[in-house]
DNA sequence: GCCGTTTTGACAATGGTTGTCAGTCTTGAT
DNA sequence: ATCAAGACTGACAACCATTGTCAAAACGGC
């Protein structure tokens, strides 16, 4: 999770892009674009690939999707749940994931850049491990 | 910065191998596999981009660099420096890097993915900022 | 030096992502 | 409702990092 400022600008409803937050409603997991693409396909609701692309990234950037790269590089989106800064606890095996508030992290990562004289402070986490479902199984 | 255990194993002296690892020990920042294979070509010590990502993925694996995505979602590596576990603290401007060791990130993380009831923890952290140099000009 | 293995390199292939551009749709104004 | 301006879309090409392939070369132990 990178911490972003930037109001959002208004952008056109249009089909295209309605289908893709449906999808983004009712998906909990992160899921990437190709996923979405096909998703949209299989449900008829043809949608260009690169306009899925071009979607998320809108989205992205306007702060209404999470974005982060999955260990393959691949980058995944999620409907982010929280207005303000988060983490995720991702399993590693399904995919659940679980969003997670730290103001310790955050008073932590702060501090260590004040440190050394880093300013424009922003960071990333994620917890990968595996959930309990599926170290059950 | 994903948690790693695992030995090293055993493998051959080359030189292409001692090629990336000097330029590896004379690299202060993190470096993704093409500019590792540009620099090398530009020494006249050829070796092949292939290679290179063997070499670089064979190091990785056996901890002896440090492999981040960069925000375009290419690989970078840095050669170890610690030998634990531990975060960067990178400058988005110009890529310095302080190695950060950080105890009680990795206590805070533990302890909310047993919360959940996840197992098999590991994370990733990287704070991002601008560094005091690039602040100044 | 010899031999079984590992490693290399040139190149093809993969696969996610972005660029292109003509045609279409949305919106605000009339 | 109608219209023009320009935002949006889709099909496909282009990109580019990364991986697969496989014959040839290098390594290390004997």
């Known amino acids: 999770m990178t911490v972003r400022e930037q109001p959002a600008k208004e952008h056109r409803r249009t089909r295209q892009r309605a289908a893709v937050d449906e999808v983004l409603d009712q998906t909990e997991d ?3 674009a ?3 693409h096909a998703l949209l396909r299989t449900r008829g609701a043809g949608v260009g690939l690169a306009t899925v692309y ?12 999470d974005v982060l790269r999955s260990d ?6 999620r409907r982010c ?3 303000e800064h988060h983490h995720h606890l991702v399993c590693r ?6 969003e997670i ?3 310790t992290v955050e008073r932590w990562a702060k501090s260590i850049a004040d440190q050394h004289g880093y300013s ?8 990968f491990g595996t959930c309990p479902r599926c170290a059950a199984s």
């Open 101 to 103: 508030a730290g103001p």
């Open 30 to 32: 992160f899921i990437s």
């Open 34 to 36: 190709q996923e979405l």
């Open 54 to 65: 071009r979607t998320l990234q809108t989205l992205a950037d306007d702060g209404r999707v």
């Open 72 to 77: 393959a590089g691949e980058a995944v989106y």
């Open 81 to 83: 749940v929280r207005e």
């Open 93 to 98: 095996s399904c995919g659940a994931t679980v």
């Open 120 to 127: 424009e402070v922003s960071h990333t986490l994620e917890i």
